[in-house]
């Protein structure tokens, strides 16, 4: 027991004072300038309490410039959004553009079926169209979707004959 006790002891006999120094490494490390510790105000000591995250950040850095656009977190153009109330398109979006696309160039939409990049219309056209009506009417449709939809590689069925 009594060797465990002093073994304690002159452990903590050698910790404490390597520690507990005030030579000029600690001061400068802590930011003072040598001899007297200063302990300075609320804000000085903050970011020793908080550690730098995001809340201290301007308190640390004031001369950051985050508030230039290139560096706002808000801002997102990838997959996934961090803004809750930003107005973002959707597959139903992209539906309802190429509902109007068809119904511009004469077509009755019906439906839309999507696959990754690929996306297949289907649409009735007129019954009084002849067949080269028809085709030519086909034609200008695709070239509508490549022209108001790039991201798809569109394919159009007529499911009514004309």
Same mark, same amino acid.
């Given at each position: 027991?009594?060797?465990?006790?002093?073994?304690?002891?002159?452990?903590?006999a050698i910790?404490?004072?390597?520690?507990?120094?005030?030579g000029?490494?600690?001061?400068?490390? &802590?930011?003072?300038?040598?001899?007297?510790? *200063?302990?300075?105000?609320?804000?000085?000591i903050?970011?020793?309490?908080?550690?730098?995250g995001p809340?201290?950040?301007?308190? +640390?850095?004031?001369?950051d =410039?985050?508030?230039?656009?290139?560096?706002?977190g808000?801002?997102n153009?990838?997959?996934?959004?961090?803004t809750l109330?930003?107005?973002?398109?959707? +597959?139903?979006?992209?539906?309802? *553009?190429? =509902?109007? +696309?068809?119904k511009?160039n004469?077509?009755?939409?019906?439906?839309?079926?999507?696959?990754?990049?690929?996306?297949?219309?289907?649409?009735?056209?007129?019954?009084?169209?002849?067949?080269?009506?028809?085709?030519?009417?086909?034609?200008?449709?695709?070239?509508?979707?490549? &022209? *108001?939809?790039?991201r798809?590689?569109v394919?159009?069925?007529?499911?009514?004959?004309g």
């Amino acid at each position: 027991m009594k060797k465990q006790l002093l073994t304690g002891v002159l452990c903590a006999a050698i910790l404490v004072p390597a520690g507990c120094g005030t030579g000029d490494g600690a001061t400068e490390a &802590q930011g003072g300038h040598g001899g007297t510790q *200063n302990h300075g105000n609320a804000q000085e000591i903050t970011p020793g309490l908080f550690g730098p995250g995001p809340i201290n950040h301007r308190t +640390i850095n004031p001369h950051d =410039h985050s508030d230039h656009p290139l560096n706002q977190g808000e801002i997102n153009n990838g997959t996934s959004f961090t803004t809750l109330d930003a107005d973002r398109p959707d +597959i139903g979006d992209d539906a309802d *553009n190429m =509902h109007y +696309i068809a119904k511009e160039n004469g077509f009755t939409p019906l439906y839309v079926l999507y696959g990754g990049s690929h996306a297949t219309v289907y649409v009735n056209g007129n019954q009084g169209w002849s067949k080269q009506e028809r085709d030519n009417k086909v034609k200008e449709l695709r070239t509508a979707y490549e &022209q *108001n939809t790039p991201r798809y590689n569109v394919e159009v069925h007529v499911l009514n004959d004309g």
